[in-house]
């Protein structure tokens, strides 16, 4: 039971939330929010692999929560579907324009829906199976030309040379880059299927990994080098990156270095 996908489920009415839960209960966890700003604060405590959202909320509706969660590093990479009565094309332009992954008419199928849900998120473990799937794993361009594999070494070293820099983000970057945000964006987008902020963060990731895996460092400071202020958002995107904590992840790269003498240095 406990490898079900956890999912977050957005809605003001409690009979639609509580429709949603007996419909998808039995294939995944469920946590429900009554709105935008609840939403927020679960995303911020919580490991939500896939997000269901009304569009008409009062305070924030789902166009405004799936742009924050979309332009944010540490949720961006969680599949939205927005769930909505309005059937105009403006509409759909304007929910796939703030970057959701599925745009569902009311009424719809729960089969649909279902099934939307199931390729979203497989197709979300295969991206990251491929590009991140191991923590030691450096980002590479599945399939591109030399000269994207060229330009995604540059974005990596760029990013490697700042990461201490908490505040860097998809401006800095672009302008190190010679880039425009939009040029950047577009271009990340197209050829590694990220934007540049899950890029950055990745990166940061990946290289607190590697210095994990030294065993030279404290985790807490392996957080602070990599551009975490926090320790803890540190261990939640550690582990959500790799599924594993950073201390898991310290004593097993201890025990296939044959150091199982040393006691992993913990914060």
């Not at 927005?82 to 199928?109: C, H, V």
């Not at 399939?143 to 908490?166: C, P, Q, Y």
Request: proline share 3%; charged share 30%.
């Amino acid at each position: 039971m406990d490898t079900l996908p956890l999912i977050l489920l957005v809605d003001d009415e409690e009979d639609i939330l509580d429709f949603l839960e007996r419909i998808l209960e039995k294939k995944y966890h469920i946590i429900k929010a009554r709105g935008g700003a609840e939403a927020l604060q679960i995303l911020d405590k919580e490991s939500i692999r896939l997000i269901v959202c009304d569009v008409m909320m009062p305070d924030m509706d789902g166009f405004e929560l799936c742009k924050i969660i979309k332009s944010t590093a540490q949720t961006a990479h969680i599949p939205v579907i927005l769930l909505t009565a309005r059937n105009t094309l403006q509409s759909k332009i304007e929910g796939l324009e703030l970057k959701a992954d599925a745009y569902i008419e009311k009424p719809f199928s729960k089969e649909y829906l279902m099934a939307q849900m199931a390729s979203l998120i497989a197709n979300r473990e295969m991206i990251f199976d491929h590009l991140s799937g191991s923590p030691l794993m450096h980002i590479k361009d599945p399939g591109h030309s030399k000269a994207d594999e060229n330009f995604l070494e540059l974005v990596n070293d760029t990013i490697r040379k700042h990461m201490e820099d908490e505040h860097f983000d998809l401006e800095k970057l672009a302008k190190m880059l010679n880039m425009t945000r939009i040029t950047l964006y577009r271009k990340l987008k197209k050829i590694s299927r990220f934007t540049p902020n899950e890029l950055i963060n990745m990166i940061r990731l990946q290289k607190a990994a590697e210095m994990l895996a030294q065993g030279e460092y404290k985790i807490y400071e392996v957080a602070s080098m990599v551009g975490f202020h926090s320790q803890s958002n540190f261990t939640r995107d550690f582990h959500r990156q790799f599924n594993v904590t950073p201390s898991e992840f310290m004593h097993s790269r201890q025990r296939k270095g044959g150091k199982g003498e040393e006691e992993p240095r913990e914060c």
